[in-house]
């Protein structure tokens, strides 16, 4: 049995983690708390307000995509290393990335950035299919099998440089990069959908601002958001003289 929540059960998608399964019944009440009060005190108490967000992310056990020296820590209000120099990032802001892509059920989304595979989990149970781009072959695998365990079946990880896209499955509904980028990654902006957007962390390396565009008319606009602060973005289209692995 799977998650079916949000809007990708509104789309009949059935696909997602087993909630019967022995490693979530054996934490199934401490966990299940756990994400409760982090959808209250951390999101809602925010100003996140799209219930098909706060659902996915009440019923995704973030534990288990953390290190298993962090998942005590799983639900604190920060982001946590999940190596590599990487990190799984703070709940709030993978909730604020997600509301402002405004997924629909058939939409079919493009990440950037895949690490543990958080955010995929989260964007699979509100969209039909989620393509996602790691850059360094660890996390691309560890990722893809965790996924595939936890049974998100919705969602593809492949590995290569992100800051390009992933052309073979274009367009893309939505975009989400999960790094930070000195501008918006060109190619990504080519590969939205009509009536697409794409979300991104944009600015300096210590400092980056939420950045939304929006296709419409094959034309795209852009809206500024909050502030923020993500690792940085690699490859091509990404930061230059940065070490890929």
Same mark, same amino acid.
């Given at each position: ?18 909630? !019967?399964?022995?490693?979530? !019944? ?28 706060? =659902? ?81 072959? =660890?996390?691309? *695998? ?18 290569? %440089? ?10 893309? %509904? ?19 959908? =009509? ?13 980056? !601002? ?5 296709? *419409?008319? !094959? ?9 923020? *602060? ?16």
């Amino acid at each position: 049995m799977g998650i079916t929540c949000g809007r990708a059960a509104e789309a009949g998608n059935a696909d997602g983690i087993d909630m !019967n399964s022995t490693s979530t !019944n054996e934490r199934g009440d401490e966990s299940r708390e756990a994400r409760q009060c982090m959808v209250a005190m951390q999101l809602r108490r925010r100003g996140i307000k799209d219930e098909c967000v706060l =659902e996915a992310m009440s019923r995704i056990p973030r534990e288990e995509f953390v290190p298993p020296e962090s998942r005590q820590r799983a639900y604190e209000d920060e982001p946590l290393a999940i190596g590599g120099g990487q990190t799984i990032s703070q709940p709030y802001m993978v909730a604020v990335m997600t509301a402002t892509l405004q997924l629909k059920p058939t939409d079919k989304v493009l990440e950037i950035g895949t690490g543990c595979g958080y955010q995929a989990a989260i964007l699979s149970c509100l969209s039909k299919e989620v393509y996602s781009v790691e850059i360094r072959p =660890e996390l691309a *695998r560890s990722a893809a099998e965790r996924l595939q365990e936890l049974g998100f079946a919705n969602v593809h990880v492949h590995c290569g %440089d992100g800051s390009a896209g992933l052309a073979e499955f274009a367009p893309y %509904d939505a975009i989400v990069v999960t790094a930070a980028a000195p501008l918006l990654p060109e190619p990504l902006q080519q590969q939205l959908a =009509e009536g697409g957007r794409l979300v991104a962390p944009v600015g300096d390396p210590s400092h980056q !601002n939420l950045v939304c565009a929006r296709k *419409r008319a !094959n034309a795209i606009s852009y809206e500024w958001h909050e502030g923020c *602060r993500f690792v940085p973005l690699v490859g091509r289209f990404g930061w230059k003289g940065l070490d890929l692995l």
